[in-house]
């Protein structure tokens, strides 16, 4: 689980980063930009401490039962999206969340 939640905090981050930057483009005054965005080195913080995390798991567990789990993300996602983001979820999402969750449950048994 706290390997999801870092990774949606990474994303969070991401987001909140790019919302403060001028239309993404491939050219020097939005790269500059973004590294010098606080939210954005938070956010590199966030997936690097995933990432870390990630490869004890993998070591650790069996990958058909550890990769799975990464999928309490969208969970995760979604309580972020509304919280951070002001974003309305519906009721199909939700059933969808309860899928995600119950394929999760049965996953860990």
Known sequence: MLQSLLLVGGQVFLKMALERMPKFGWNWEFWSGMLQNWRFAICGIFFGAGSVLW????????????????????VFGMFAAMIFFGESVSVTKWIGVGCIMAGCFLIAK
Do not use: C, H, Q
């Open 55 to 74: 490869m004890y798991i993998v070591k650790t567990f069996p990958f058909s039962t550890a990769y799975p789990m990464v999928s309490l993300s969208y």
